[in-house]
């Protein structure tokens, strides 16, 4: 260990390289994923942080709305098709 010491450049942020990652990888732009959940995973959707920029908005009929802004990655796609037919895309 050296007691070295490192400045970041004036306009580097580190945290704004992982800003819009849902998981690890956070290459590519950024987009507002709106998902919709039937009634019976309402309580697991809505009890979790899934992304910072979430929102989830419980339905009239029970469902629920997940609406996040992440990098458009396999990771998130791939995340989206595990819920199979129970998980509709309102607009991505």
Known sequence: MTHDKFD???KYHPEQMLDG?????????KKTFSLKFPPELCDYICSRTWHRSQKCTVNKDGSVTLTM???????????????GGRVKELRS
């Open 8 to 10: 970041y450049p004036p």
């Open 69 to 83: 802004k992440v990098t458009d990655s396999e990771e998130v796609r791939s995340w989206i098709r595990g819920f």
């Open 21 to 29: 990652a849902f998981g690890i990888f956070s290459s590519g732009e």
